[in-house]
């Protein structure tokens, strides 16, 4: 799993008015709770870019003072108009301690509904789920090898390490085989010429008996 380090600073003040002083400066004021007490910090845009612009999964190394935390990004807050990041939450992960996060799900092989035509289509990109740090991964798979044109998997399809508990309703699609529009036609063309056909020996043999 990847671990990203940030650097940060302590906050010694607090309120709208020093929140605004910060972000004037530059900075993103966050926080770190988790444990026996919250840390109020500051970081620069930059330092956690890699964090908040990807799919991915990623762990927090973030150094305060000396003191580092291994942490998780939790929540975060942008503006509304310039969609410049405003606020952080950090949830420091401490081992044996069990905690709620989403990881991404992958999925593996190839779907036989793919190669006759049909497009996959992901109901889901993260799957929530309850574990400790020492069991964390960057990203949980399903396997679509036997996955056939208008069928779906499920959260209950994706394999999940030993011991991790899932917290999505395990009956939610994961992703579907959608069969496209022109198979679609050609099989109710297909369906009618078929009843077409059955229909004319039905009505002669009909006929004949009167």
Request: aromatic letters at 4%.
């Amino acid at each position: 799993m990847e671990i990203v380090k940030v650097e940060a600073q302590t906050r010694e003040s607090f309120g709208k008015k020093n929140t605004k002083i910060i972000r004037k400066e530059g900075l993103v004021p966050a926080i770190i709770y988790g444990g026996d007490n919250n840390t109020a910090i500051s970081v620069t845009p930059k330092s956690v870019k890699s964090l908040v612009y990807t799919p991915d999964f990623k762990l927090a190394e973030i150094s305060v003072n000396g003191d580092t935390y291994k942490c998780i990004l939790k929540d975060i807050t942008f503006h509304p108009l310039s969609d410049e990041i405003v606020h952080m939450d950090f949830l420091r992960v401490i081992p044996g301690k069990s905690i709620k996060v989403e990881i991404p799900v992958d999925f593996k092989g190839a779907s036989p509904g793919e190669k006759e035509g049909g497009k996959l289509i992901p109901q889901m990109r993260k799957v929530k789920v309850k574990t400790t740090p020492e069991l964390l991964v960057d990203r949980v798979y399903v396997d679509i090898s036997e996955l056939e044109l208008g069928n779906s998997v499920r959260v209950r399809d994706i394999e999940f390490p030993e011991g991790m508990e899932v917290m999505t309703t395990t009956a939610t699609p994961v992703a579907i085989v959608e069969v496209p529009r022109a198979l679609k036609s050609a099989e109710a063309e297909a369906e009618e010429a078929a009843e077409a056909a059955g229909e004319t020996p039905e009505a002669e043999v009909t006929e004949a008996a009167e």
